[in-house]
T-cell receptor, first 110, second 115 residues
Framework: RKEVEQDPGPFNVPEGATVAFNCTYSNSASQSFFWYRQDCRKEPKLLMSVYSSGNEDGRFTAQLNRASQYISLLIRDSKLSDSATYLCVVNVGGYNKLIFGAGTRLAVHP | EAGVVQSPRYKIIEKKQPVAFWCNPISGHNTLYWYLQNLGQGPELLIRYENEEAVDDSQLPKDRFSAERLKGVDSTLKIQPAELGDSAVYLC?????????????FGPGTRLTVL
């Protein structure tokens, strides 16, 4: 079993749609959690950190459920520019060691 | 502020040839990481440096891969000899420190093709 597993995608949605990505992790000692965004042939970039209480940044909402070892990302009012691969990332140990999921590809169409 | 710089951006070599990748982290970032990303997968850590010390190289295939960060700033990752399966994107990242909430900033990567 992979340490971080994500919905394989791709998700094809129209502009304005709401889309949710799910992620599960296997290491119960994981300490911090993130969503990274990666555009085609570009480097990953931090989208948002995921806090225990859940957090929101504009159209993006991240949730963490430690008991179920589950992380989610909700995107509301999808834009064409949201088309990218979304990587679920877990920090294991106490020294910033990031474990990346394989990513979920999102394609937003007009 | 300049980002993480990597070179070359693309490299095509024949199998059994050596290859080297260079990375210059963001100024002031003490921690440097090398990742490998295969097509359709997330990045996987190869090695992590704290200043000039390699503190986690457990996932670096040491029979053919080596890395150095002699002065604690820029770093080089080498493969010798390269194999067909080494074709991938090699990403360098840096962070200000090694604590859990130090954001890692990635460079554009070097896309390696081994023929």
């Amino acid at each position: 079993r992979k340490e971080v597993e994500q919905d394989p995608g791709p998700f094809n949605v129209p502009e304005g749609a709401t889309v949710a990505f799910n992620c599960t992790y296997s290491n119960s000692a994981s300490q911090s959690f993130f969503w990274y965004r990666q555009d085609c042939r570009k480097e990953p970039k931090l989208l948002m950190s995921v806090y225990s209480s859940g957090n929101e940044d504009g159209r993006f909402t991240a949730q963490l459920n430690r008991a179920s070892q589950y992380i989610s990302l909700l995107i509301r009012d999808s834009k064409l520019s949201d088309s990218a691969t979304y990587l679920c990332v877990v920090n294991v140990g106490g020294y910033n060691k990031l474990i990346f999921g394989a990513g979920t590809r999102l394609a937003v169409h007009p | 502020e300049a980002g993480v710089v990597q070179s070359p951006r693309y490299k095509i070599i024949e199998k059994k040839q050596p290859v080297a990748f260079w990375c210059n982290p963001i100024s002031g970032h003490n921690t440097l990481y090398w990742y490998l990303q295969n097509l359709g997968q997330g990045p996987e850590l190869l090695i992590r440096y704290e200043n000039e010390e390699a503190v986690d190289d457990s996932q670096l295939p040491k029979d053919r891969f080596s890395a150095e960060r002699l002065k604690g700033v820029d770093s080089t990752l080498k493969i010798q000899p390269a194999e067909l399966g080494d074709s991938a994107v090699y990403l360098c990242a840096s962070s200000r420190g090694a604590g859990n909430y130090n954001e890692q900033f990635f460079g554009p990567g070097t896309r390696l093709t081994v023929l």
